[in-house]
């Protein structure tokens, strides 16, 4: 991605939504586009992983795990598919693990934060659904820039 976010907005002000939570960068790529996937799930990773195994195809896939940071959705393994699979990046509403390995990965990830304990694995969850948090509604197929100074999503 050649643009930055704070440029594009102030472009295409009417055409974008800006995410006001503030995500920590934790993955090997800062700045990351593509069209958006979405997950719905909580303390639960198993939909995130499955569809992190199929092609992404430049992808970003969005999960909102209501803000949870009481176990990480995805760690170093997780995130290594989504590479060879083709993923840009995973934006999460919640926490991460592995955080030394994710940022040597060429994937964007935006989280939370970060929490070692492991996740439930019962397949919970919903994909490719409208997805809203932080007053942004995230919808499968727009697109969505990140870069160093945040989040931006196609109206």
């Given at each position: 991605?050649?643009?930055?976010?704070?440029?594009?907005?102030?472009?295409?002000?009417?055409?974008?939504?800006?995410?006001?939570?503030?995500?920590?960068?934790?993955?090997?790529?800062?700045?990351?586009?593509?069209?958006?996937?979405?997950?719905?799930?909580?303390?639960?990773?198993?939909?995130?992983?499955?569809?992190?195994?199929?092609?992404?195809?430049?992808?970003?896939?969005?999960?909102?795990?209501?803000?949870?940071?009481?176990?990480?959705?995805?760690?170093d393994m997780i995130a290594e598919s989504a590479v060879a699979n083709g993923w840009a990046g995973v934006v999460i509403n919640g926490a991460i693990r592995d955080r030394v390995a994710l940022s040597h990965l060429d994937l964007g990830v935006k989280a939370l934060g970060s929490n070692p304990r492991k996740s439930s694995k019962t397949g919970s969850g919903e994909a490719d659904t409208v997805v809203a948090f932080a007053g942004v509604t995230f919808t499968p197929g727009r697109t969505i820039y990140c870069d160093e100074d945040g989040i931006l999503v196609e109206r």
């Open positions: 991605m050649t643009l930055v976010t704070a440029d594009l907005y102030d472009e295409h002000e009417e055409a974008l939504q800006s995410v006001s939570l503030q995500f920590q960068n934790l993955g090997g790529r800062a700045r990351f586009s593509g069209a958006i996937r979405t997950v719905t799930c909580f303390e639960d990773n198993a939909l995130i992983k499955s569809i992190l195994a199929a092609p992404g195809e430049g992808s970003v896939l969005v999960v909102d795990g209501a803000g949870s940071l009481n176990s990480a959705l995805m760690g």
